[in-house]
């Protein structure tokens, strides 16, 4: 349904179904055509940014945006609806006041002069990016930043934590659970050493183990990896640089100069413990999953030839074919110190997830968005990639359609890796109406076995979460 109030924007990123929502809304009973499944029970979660008080609307970058969260309950054959803002201290602030106090990644070097309190955070906690599950406790997060707690089924949120002043360094947006023991792996990365940090919380949800992860200089290390017995760490060429971007540069850029490694680091070691493998130059932004098979470590992610993270979306084209990831393998012989790297499918996906009952144990199958091949961040359709039978299974949402992260939702009572449900959001641009739409993971060509016509707009966002019901 069409929002009146909506205007175009020279900005990708603030137009059309970018375009942030200003409400938060609750609604049920509403419109479904095909049937929800019985064995769906849990929390579709989708979050992403949703600015409300903006520095420089040419100068705005997606990654900007305070956080919002789209929630869909599912039990017992029915679905409720429900969005929230997430409630940071810097989304406060900027409330209270009502314009903006922080400019945006860039707007670093505007001379305009701060608007920041003092006594507050010297940057904002967009809590915008993904979510973690871990200890019965649900965490939005922001990769510069502490993890904020945030309460279901109502998403309010509760506040963010440094695990009783154990966590001293940034907390990714992709930490690891390992659902066999409970531990949550964790890392962040810095401009300033150390440039990589590493924690392990345990299943209690105290956080028992931390140690610095040595490389040259900073990059943009947004995920990582973990098998079993080990967490893999990414040294790859997006490099951060505060010279550059005070030389007129981008503050985030590729360098393939820098080249890539992987670094392969027991899950309770230390930097002493590291072994780096050199790999081919390339760019990770999103791992699927990593196992330990016999003597290998094996990692399976998204793999683009280069990358334009600070312009993305500001020019046509944006070289696309080069900066889309396709799937990809590593194999990291531990024992002779061999790599083997393929790619494993010619289609252009990102936002690659598992189930994730089977995160850091060997699995099948990967579930991917497929690429718009003429936008940025535009998503066409969905994509299940087997990877015994080398394959690809996909469906498509229809002309001018697009979707966002697919999640994997287990059925009720499963114990087969793909018996479940991919649970995305989808727009349709021509009739700027949203659904949610629920698709058969053992059947993904079939398309939806449930559509959910959504009552108000989703905007398109950033990663998505599934959370089982107790």
Request: proline share 7%.
């Amino acid at each position: 349904m069409a929002e009146a109030t909506r205007t175009s924007s020279v900005n990708f990123f603030l137009d059309g179904n970018f375009a942030p929502i200003p409400e938060e809304r609750d609604a049920s009973n509403m419109t479904v055509t095909g049937k929800i499944p019985d064995d769906l029970s849990g929390h579709f979660l989708r979050i992403g940014p949703n600015p409300v008080h903006i520095f420089s609307e040419e100068a705005y970058h997606t990654f900007d945006g305070d956080g919002m969260i789209h929630a869909i309950e599912f039990s017992h054959g029915s679905a409720s609806y429900r969005n929230r803002f997430v409630q940071t201290e810097g989304f406060k602030l900027e409330q209270a006041r009502g314009d903006w106090v922080y400019k945006g990644m860039k707007s670093m070097m505007d001379p305009t002069p701060s608007r920041i309190p003092e006594g507050a955070p010297s940057s904002k906690n967009l809590a915008n990016t993904a979510f973690a599950y871990h200890n019965k406790t649900l965490y939005a997060l922001h990769e510069p930043s502490q993890p904020t707690i945030v309460s279901l089924p109502g998403l309010e949120t509760l506040g963010t934590t440094d695990f009783k002043g154990k966590l001293t360094h940034p907390f990714t947006a992709h930490p690891k659970v390992d659902q066999q023991t409970g531990e949550m792996m964790v890392f962040g990365y810095s401009f300033a050493p150390p440039f990589v940090s590493y924690s392990v919380i345990n299943s209690d949800g105290e956080l028992v183990h931390t140690t610095p992860v040595t490389i040259p200089k900073p990059v943009f290390m947004h995920d990582f990896a973990v098998t079993g017995k080990y967490s893999l760490f990414l040294d790859f060429p997006i490099t951060l640089d505060i010279e550059r971007a005070m030389a007129g540069g981008p503050a985030i850029d590729f360098d393939e100069a820098h080249g890539a490694r992987i670094g392969v680091m027991p899950r309770y070691g230390t930097d002493a413990d590291v072994r780096w493998f050199d790999v081919k130059a390339g760019v990770v932004v999103h791992t699927a999953n990593a196992w330990d098979e016999g003597d290998e470590v094996v990692l399976q992610a998204s793999r683009s030839k280069t990358a334009d993270i600070i312009g993305a979306g500001t020019n046509a084209g944006d070289a696309l074919p080069d900066t889309q990831g396709q799937l990809y393998e590593w194999r990291i012989n531990l024992v002779s110190g061999e790599v083997s790297e393929r790619g494993l499918s010619e289609l252009h996906c990102d936002f690659t997830r598992v189930n994730d009952t089977f995160a850091c144990h060997k699995t099948r199958f990967v579930y991917g968005g497929v690429f718009n091949p003429t936008r940025p961040f535009t998503f066409d359709g969905v994509m299940k990639h087997d990877s015994e039978l080398d394959s690809d299974e996909t469906y498509y949402y229809g002309p001018n359609r697009h979707g966002g992260e697919a999640v994997f939702a287990p059925r009720v009572g499963a114990t087969e890796e793909d018996a479940g449900y991919l649970i995305t959001f989808v727009h349709d641009e021509a009739t700027d109406q949203s659904e949610c739409v629920i698709i058969d993971a053992q059947n993904v060509s079939a398309g939806p076995v449930a559509t959910i016509v959504m009552p108000f707009r989703v905007p398109y966002g950033f990663h998505a979460g599934w959370v089982p019901a107790a």
